[in-house]
């Protein structure tokens, strides 16, 4: 077994994967590390992709799809209610099956895969960092490597061991609970979105359909502002509230960062992706279409690099990824700054004003960074919620 | 000998890692099976605590 790789990935989620594939096609030799014994478990996220965010970076394969999503319901905490139809609009999708599909695919391209594997320890050389120990339950070794890719999620070890991140702060990020509820009835392809400071203070609660009865169902709040309750005593009384009868098939959880820019993307050799490098959108807690194109991206950066001996050209990725992504991405980040602090009353405002926009119609795009301008042009009081809007 | 101050209760661990990212002085690992806790890197600061979705840590001395 070697232990000398042109690329090292750390992290098999969505971004590590797709990552590996980029780069094994682009012809250098690459090895993924996975914490897990298992790729694509635990969950924690509500499955939710737009059809462009993931056919523009995956191939569409029906088996790792659960159902096809619509258009979207939203709810106001005094009752309104807003449906916008998108036909087509994205996916929910099964997480358990779509990362093997991508290790799979990764494999084909001779990625070599190797799982209850974490990374301990970073080593570096001067500037460049070269080695990695890795534990198993068989004890330590080390790994060299030319590139190595942080795509180890939200609490990415690795990103933090070589400065390029830090810890996050609770009023930072969005503390997520999520069951798996059957025995309900939903409409299949409309997600619900659920504004409510009552039980999901600083976020909102969701419901996924993954079928006509079935569904994630999970909500995020900022941990300061929830006045100790954790997550599942909010999903608790939602579920109570809106799901009486549903049973509880598995419950899950995670974390949502907020976007911070591209400060977070490189240093030196080391390229962090996906949630590992926080490229998220801070307004949904969407982050599976920026976790594979920032992994697309960096993969192929990594071997356009290597292959050309110079790593100075890694730098490629961060000026691609903040080119297609960060001005939306740095919006949606203002964005939550208001949303986490409207009122009850301005949600309400919101919802019906989306329902005067879209109600009735059919969409075929939807551009989120739209609603939210409209948004602020009809209710500029908003922007008082962000203070950093008016310097810009 | 360095103590471990946090108990970690498996059941209700979903092995998130919302715990590790708010370590400030990371004194919190996951492994392939469960959340660890490094002896004597924990300075009893609770942003875990507060942070956790399942309430799946508590400090010892507040047991």
């Known amino acids: 077994m070697t232990n000398e790789y042109d690329l090292v990935i750390v992290g098999g989620g969505p971004a590590g994967l797709s990552a590996a594939i980029a780069s094994a096609e682009g012809g250098i030799n690459v090895l993924l590390l996975e914490r897990n014994d298992k790729i694509g478990v635990p969950l924690t996220c509500a499955e939710g992709i737009t059809h462009l965010g993931l056919t523009t970076a995956v191939p569409l394969d029906r088996s790792f799809v659960s159902t096809d999503i619509h258009g979207i319901k939203l709810y106001s905490p005094g009752g309104r209610e807003a449906m916008i139809d998108h036909p087509n609009a994205g996916y929910v999708l099964n997480r358990d099956v779509f990362e093997p599909h991508l290790a799979d695919k990764a494999r084909e391209a001779g990625v070599k895969i190797r799982t209850g594997c974490r990374a301990e320890r970073l080593h570096r050389n001067g500037d460049r960092f070269n080695s990695i120990t890795v534990e198993n339950r068989n004890g330590s070794y080390d790994l060299h490597f030319k590139v190595i890719i942080a795509a180890d999620g939200v609490e990415s070890s690795i990103a933090r061991e070589a400065g390029l991140t830090e810890s996050l702060l609770p009023s930072q990020v969005e503390s997520c609970a999520q069951y798996r509820l059957t025995d309900i009835e939903v409409n299949p392809h409309i997600p619900e979105v659920w504004f409510s400071r009552e039980f999901a203070p600083g976020g909102y609660a969701w419901v996924f359909p993954k079928s006509g009865n079935s569904a994630n169902v ?11 309750k954790c997550p599942f005593d909010f ?15 598995s419950k899950s959880m995670g974390l949502v960062p907020s976007f911070e820019g591209r400060k977070r993307i490189l240093k030196n050799n080391l390229m962090a992706v996906g949630d590992a490098a926080r490229l998220i959108d801070s307004l949904t807690g969407a982050g599976i279409s920026t976790a594979l194109h920032s992994g697309c991206m960096a993969g192929k950066a990594a071997a356009r690099a290597i292959k050309s001996g ?3 050209n890694l730098s490629e990725y961060p000026q691609e990824f903040m080119k297609t992504f960060g001005r939306k991405l740095r919006f949606y980040r203002l964005g939550r700054e208001i949303f986490t602090r409207m009122s009850p009353d301005e949600f ?15 969409l075929t795009a939807l551009n989120p960074v739209e609603i939210l301008r409209k948004i602020l042009i009809r209710k500029p009081s908003l922007v008082r919620h962000a203070p950093r809007l008016l310097w810009r | 000998m360095d103590e471990l101050r946090l108990l970690i209760e498996d059941v209700k661990c979903g092995r998130c890692g919302g715990c590790v990212a708010v370590c400030g002085p990371n004194a919190l690992y996951l492994d392939a099976e469960r959340l660890h806790e490094r002896a004597g890197a924990c300075t009893a600061c609770k942003l875990c605590l507060i942070t956790c979705p399942s309430k799946a840590l508590v400090l010892k001395d507040d047991e």
């Open chain 1, 218 to 228: 999970g909500l995020g709040v900022v941990p300061t502002m929830s006045d100790g």
């Open chain 1, 235 to 249: 999903l608790d009384d939602f579920v109570q509230r809106r799901f009486p009868n549903g049973r509880i098939e």
């Open chain 1, 310 to 312: 110079n790593l100075s």
């Open chain 1, 348 to 362: 309400d405002f919101v919802v019906e004003l989306v329902d005067e926009t879209f109600g009735g119609k059919t």
